[in-house]
């Protein structure tokens, strides 16, 4: 690394000596001769006047003899604008040399000096480096000139940045000593700069893209809401700030800057961001469906790909959707280039960003020779999901493609050993996109479960209870006297249609009778009733608490149940902390006159008391108006059940033999005799002679009048 900055230091010293010697002088300057100021003022007059006429090749004939004659500074200048408007590389070379004598012709012009200076960013970044230098000695309030040198080291930074030399051996040692110097000089610059104007776009865009990429976007937030408090800012700012934001968790703020900045775009710009890019992910799985589809229900299939995605219907934005705004905007902020006509997110890089988003870990290994190639620089990107992925700029262009491995004949080869190329082309096919969901505060766990009972009102609705727990004991909730949270309950059916919507602020205090205490821990108990017709398709459940904005997101399958109004029928079986007649709470189910405490989580300890609750409808009833059933309760190891058939014999040969504990299996038969043809059955269950295990309690209830059978099944996990 010390080599590499001393020889980086040597070049910004000699850069300048080295232009000077070896540009070649243009021909048309080889002949120099002496005239009074009149004279000199008359050539470079006609010239002027021609390009306000817009006739360039009269005014670089005059601005050419004016040189030949005088070698005056204001021709030299003037000359080199044209050859730098027609944009080839020798008429740049001739530019590059006419400012070079313009500035030592007239040093104290400081327009020359920058067009001097812009030029030779693209021949020597040291030698520009220098040039804006002076620019700031001749006068400290040159902003343009402090913003110059800030871009430089920003570009520096942007290199060297998780950069690495890789040895012949393999071993790696960073160059990161190097980034972060250049880091903090941009930043020192890109800040002078706003000293002298606060209010520049360049300076505080920069340097809010800097913070950004240093790691550090809370920084730059601030420097950006500048320019939105003055009116100045544009769709870039604005995607910035939508970046940014999303960055900090921010995320309703996120989504109004996203908002502003597509509302700003050009309809060509829009397109790209909001539907190309989508497309691009929907093509892998819907490319035979699209290709049938007219505009119109493409869109639609947009719109629904965003709806299944969206991991949190609580909030007034769609997160998933948020996610892909922000690795779109990630990848054209930081991987366009405009030389080649390139949109970040549609390049190689770009597009692994799109699909998986940015990457865990970044290195990237520095150009090098061997003996036997030249290898290129690239960079490595490492995904917490196994994921890997090389990419190379062989043209130093900022162009990175796949890197695929070199042959053996090859001259250039990448520093990444795998098929990257090779790899996206399956992710393409098999694994087209990922995506954790990021909302603004952390993840919690929070238990629920759905019971169904028959409405004894209208057949055709079910009475559908959703019980929560969650543990109000973190540290998070700690120091907080009143618990508000919002739930929101969405289900959808099988395409996906709206079929039932809530969500409500719950309120509760520690002391409330819906918290009840577990071992060392209090646990928020909560039931949530609702009527639904029987349909099958998609639950969300979901909770944000106000105290730290932590989410609870539960996407499941649901089967809302068609009760029977003749046969014998059953509903679900309800495990319970608690069952009691004439005792009704809101927060607790109440069927009749009995209140039931669910227990969401269906765990249980010696220490609780364990209670199973169910009904049953539509039993016979003999000449005495009595019914006649048989319950049976099998107790069996839930693991057992789905172990393979190899397992099992295992295992029974385990048990035969003396090694394998108790029996896995356990069978109760009761009888009963109700006056009602749709009883509630509830009684306590005592567990504490068997081991700790996850059990599968099936009830079975046999109508010995009828001859019919029914039976539910519930999963209780017990903890001995």
């Not at 040093?107 to 520009?128: F, G, M, Q, T, W």
């Amino acid at each position: 690394m010390l080599k590499e900055k001393k020889v980086i230091g040597l070049i910004c010293k000699y850069c300048i000596t080295v232009f000077l010697l070896f540009t070649l002088i243009p021909a048309e300057l080889s002949s120099l001769v002496n005239f009074n100021k009149d004279q000199r003022k008359e050539y470079y007059n006609k010239a002027m006047l021609a390009l306000a006429n817009k006739d360039t090749l009269s005014a670089k004939k005059y601005l050419i003899e004016s040189i030949k004659q005088f070698s005056d500074a204001p021709s030299l200048k003037e000359l080199s604008k044209i050859y730098l408007s027609e944009n080839t590389t020798d008429s740049r070379n001739k530019a590059l040399e006419y400012l070079r004598l313009a500035v030592l012709k007239s040093p104290e012009d400081i327009e020359a000096r920058y067009l001097y200076a812009e030029v030779l960013e693209n021949h020597s970044k040291c030698a520009a480096f220098c040039e804006y230098k002076k620019i700031t000695e001749m006068d400290i309030t040159q902003s343009k000139a402090w913003i110059g040198m800030a871009k430089i080291k920003d570009e520096e930074f942007t290199e060297y940045n998780h950069s690495a030399n890789l040895t012949e051996d393999e071993f790696s040692f960073s160059l990161q000593d190097y980034a972060d110097e250049n880091f903090y000089e941009a930043e020192k610059y890109y800040k002078q700069a706003l000293v002298f104007e606060p209010l520049n776009y360049d300076a505080i865009f920069k340097l809010a893209l800097l913070y950004d990429k240093a790691g550090k976007p809370e920084k730059g937030a601030a420097y950006l809401t500048r320019l939105v408090n003055e009116a100045k800012a544009d769709k870039d700012i604005y995607l910035l700030l939508g970046l940014i934001n999303y960055r900090m968790h921010k995320l309703k703020d996120a989504y109004q800057y996203y908002q502003k900045a597509i509302a700003l775009m050009s309809y060509e710009e829009r397109k790209d961001f909001t539907y190309n890019s989508v497309m691009f992910i929907l093509n892998d799985k819907f490319k035979d469906l699209a290709q049938k589809l007219n505009q119109s229900q493409i869109k639609q299939l947009i719109q629904l790909y965003w709806k299944v995605n969206d991991p949190l219907y609580l909030t007034d934005y769609n997160e998933r959707l948020l996610e892909h705004y922000s690795r779109v905007a990630f990848a054209n902020l930081n991987f366009s280039v405009p030389k080649l006509g390139k949109v970040g997110w549609r390049t190689d890089r770009g597009e692994v960003v799109v699909r998986f988003g940015e990457p865990n870990n970044v290195i990237r290994f520095r150009p090098q020779m061997t003996g036997k190639s030249v290898l290129m620089k690239t960079e490595v990107w490492n995904y917490d999901n196994g994921l890997t992925f090389g990419f190379t700029d062989f043209a130093s262009s900022n162009n990175y493609v796949f890197s695929i491995p070199a042959g053996d004949k090859d001259k250039f080869a990448p520093q990444f050993k795998g098929d990257s190329q090779y790899l996206i082309e399956n992710a393409r096919r098999i694994f087209p996109t990922y995506y954790n969901p990021v909302y603004e505060g952390p993840k919690f766990s929070a238990f629920y479960n759905i019971v169904q009972f028959k409405n004894s009102l209208n057949n055709k609705l079910t009475d559908v209870y959703l019980n929560y727990e969650f543990n109000i004991s973190d540290s998070a909730l700690a120091n907080h006297k009143n618990y508000k949270h919002k739930v929101g309950i969405f289900v959808f059916d099988k395409y996906y249609n709206d079929v039932y919507r809530f969500n409500k602020e719950i309120n509760f205090s520690p002391g409330d009778d819906s918290v009840i205490k577990v071992d060392s821990s209090n646990f928020f108990v909560n039931t949530i009733f609702t009527e639904m017709k029987p349909n099958t398709g998609t639950i969300s459940f979901e909770i944000i608490r106000d105290a730290d904005k932590s989410v609870s997101s539960n996407r499941d399958s649901v089967s809302i149940i068609s009760f029977s109004d003749n046969y014998l029928d059953m509903s679900d079986v309800l495990l319970a902390y608690n069952v009691e007649v004439s005792n009704q709470s809101e927060k607790f189910i109440n069927r009749k006159n009995v209140s039931i405490l669910p227990n969401p989580s269906n765990k249980f300890s010696s220490k609780d008391k364990m209670f199973l609750y169910y009904e049953l409808y539509n039993l016979k009833k003999d000449n005495n108006g009595l019914t006649n059933f048989n319950q049976e309760v099998t107790l069996t190891s839930y693991n057992l059940r789905n172990q393979s058939s190899f397992e099992k014999i295992i295992n029974a040969a385990l048990s035969f033999i003396g090694l394998k504990g108790k029996n896995q299996s356990i069978k109760l038969t009761s009888h009963y005799q109700t006056l009602e043809a749709n009883p509630q059955i509830y009684f306590q269950v005592d567990m504490n002679k068997y081991p700790a295990d996850d059990y599968l309690i099936t009830i079975t209830v046999i109508d010995n009048i009828s001859k019919k059978k029914v039976s539910r099944e519930t999963v209780l996990k017990w903890e001995g």
